[in-house]
């Protein structure tokens, strides 16, 4: 008879200030009545890969395959895999669509290796809305890239040069966040860190 997987729950927080900038994650890692801290920090790197690290350290931390839920306050983590985008960028080798590849590679390759081993459900909750863990997470988080002699994020920093943003949901040169046309046709702009990009015209052909 093979027996049930060890049932583990995970809160995951990650920041960056600014962003990009220092970074950190902060992991609570619950198994029965074991408890579990783990957190770090890099000299530059931003919220999203923050927020993707401290999924995957938590869940490298479990010696054994597990049923786990992870829970976080990024929808860019929890939609990326529970919606399957994640899935499908590597599906197409890691392109996002034919014009843009898809953004922190290095960490979406082992995360989704890692949702392989383990049975891994992602859940949502609302940042700095009173849970407990979560709060434990993000003050991990914080406290982490306050540190000195922060380590270098190697994915990060040797990073292919970013696209040049031209259309409506191409990620922020700043956070990768899909950036979003306002009410200027002429402007687009980054819902999360507000950055905003002015769209130049395509040249036509020949010119």
Same mark, same amino acid.
């Given at each position: ?32 009545? !074991? ?63 034919? +014009? ?5 590679? +290095? ?29 434990? *997470? ?8 306050? +540190?000195?002699?922060? %380590? %270098? ?6 990073? !292919? ?8 949901? !191409? ?28 769209? !130049? ?5 020949? *010119?």
């Amino acid at each position: 008879m093979v027996e049930p997987l060890k049932k583990v729950t995970i809160y995951t927080d990650g920041a960056a200030e600014p962003n990009p900038g220092r970074g950190g994650y902060g992991v609570v890692i619950l198994l029965r009545n !074991q408890r579990r801290e783990l957190s770090g920090g890099f000299r530059l790197t931003t919220n999203n890969r923050m927020e993707v690290l401290a999924a995957i350290l938590g869940l490298e931390a479990l010696d054994e395959p597990s049923d786990v839920t992870v829970h976080s306050d990024s929808q860019y983590l929890v939609d990326a895999i529970e919606k399957g985008w994640a899935r499908r960028w590597r599906a197409k080798a890691w392109w996002r669509n034919k +014009d843009h590849r898809a953004i922190n590679i +290095d960490l979406w390759e082992r995360l989704l290796g890692l949702c392989e081993t383990h049975t891994v459900k992602f859940v949502w909750v609302r940042g700095h809305s009173g849970i407990r863990e979560n709060e434990r *997470a993000d003050w991990l988080s914080i406290q982490s890239l306050e +540190d000195d002699d922060l %380590p %270098p994020d190697e994915g990060y920093e040797n990073r !292919q040069p970013e696209e040049k943003i031209t259309r409506e949901g !191409q990620p922020c040169i700043r956070c990768s966040t899909p950036v979003i046309r306002r009410t200027s046709q002429k402007v687009l702009s980054c819902p999360t860190c507000h950055l905003r990009y002015r769209v !130049q015209r395509q040249l036509r052909k020949g *010119a």
